[in-house]
């Protein structure tokens, strides 16, 4: 029998490695799909604390598995899950919040950059709850949560959400102008998209800031214009401005009332049983009674309001039908 030389030899070596080696790696790829479901399993039944040990044993066998790197995310909220607000300040309890954190990190940047849409949505959601962990009821660090979402902003301009959770930490921390800008900063990414008018409008809602709110809704009434949510939403903001606002003089309130009846009208225009509309209406019909002089066109006003009033119970009562 004749001996091999000792090129031979190496090769045999490199051989048998090489084939090792992928047999290592498929029984990390098994183990990894196998504790990953387990997880999975284990977080549908809100077992946190064992679907953590699953995702952890996952991501340990097989890090790189496109197919799994949403363990990330739910393993971040695993430890979530287990953190208690009210243990707050317990060694033990506080290193949850950090291994979450760690995870959501891991989850926003990992995933945010998949090609897979369910993969994405997980990585803005880790976001979101990243800046939620580094909130007043758990970490109370907002100072850490802005050089993340600034990030993201970086890796993802064209996100309006980024904009958002920036805009929230700013508004949270007390600086109104850099929030402002930042949602100003979505809009421009993204100036199509609803939402990013609605996050104006709330902002500027909470600064008393109305007419700023009203403009912001408009705008989006001009990208929408046969919606009649838009038209609904301007007539609440009338509505509630009107109602609530005691600085405001009469003049004023009948103006709002009947700006308010101007956009509930609208959306009426574009769905007739527009069941909230109709409330709305009624409900603006009712302020504006109480702002007249004229006792016929005060009960004229109410009568209508009641009116609309049953039109929108007669609808709830055929829907409530309908789904039985």
């Keep these: 029998m004749r001996s091999l030389s000792g090129a031979s030899l190496a090769v045999v070596a ?3 490695l090489g084939l090792s080696a992928s047999g ?8 990894a799909r196998k504790a990953f479901k387990a997880a999975n399993q284990n977080y549908q039944a809100q077992d946190y604390k064992k679907a953590a040990a699953s995702y952890e044993e996952a991501l340990a066998a097989d890090p790189n ?8 995310f739910f393993l971040g909220n695993s430890y979530d899950q287990q953190y208690k607000p009210s243990k707050k300040g ?41 800046v939620a962990a580094y909130g007043a009821d758990k970490l109370n660090d907002p100072a850490r949560a802005e050089p993340v ?17 920036l805009a929230k930490i700013y508004e949270d921390a007390g600086a109104y102008e850099e ?24 902002f500027y809602n909470r600064q008393g800031r109305f007419d700023k709110t009203i403009e912001a809704i408009e705008e989006r009434a001009v990208k929408e214009p046969n919606n009649p949510e838009v038209f609904y939403t301007i007539s609440v ?12 003089k009469e003049a004023e309130k009948k103006a709002y009332v009947g700006k308010g009846i101007t956009a509930v009208d609208r959306a009426l225009q574009i769905k007739s049983d527009y069941m909230d509309a109709l409330v709305y209406k009624g409900l603006l019909l009712r302020l504006q009674a109480n702002l007249e002089k004229d006792r016929d066109k005060q009960q004229q006003l109410l009568k209508e309001a009641e009116r609309l009033s049953q039109q929108a119970n007669d609808l709830r009562k055929k829907k409530a039908a309908g789904t039985n």
């Design 14 to 16: 490199m051989l048998t």
């Design 24 to 31: 290592c790696g498929q029984v990390n790829v098994i183990k």
């Design 65 to 72: 598995n496109p197919d799994i790197q949403s363990a990330y």
């Design 90 to 130: 317990d060694a033990e309890n506080d290193a949850l919040m950090q291994k979450a954190v760690e995870n959501y990190q891991k989850a926003a940047e990992k995933l945010s950059a998949s090609s897979k849409p369910e993969d994405k949505k997980l990585g803005k959601l880790a976001l979101d709850y990243l």
């Design 149 to 165: 979402v600034q990030k993201m902003i970086q890796l993802d301009p064209g996100e309006p959400t980024n904009y958002f959770a």
């Design 179 to 202: 929030a402002e800008k930042m949602l100003v900063a979505a809009k421009t990414a993204k100036p199509n998209d609803p939402d990013v008018y609605m996050q104006l409008a709330g």
């Design 237 to 248: 903001f009338y509505w509630d401005e009107a109602y609530r606002d005691p600085k405001l």
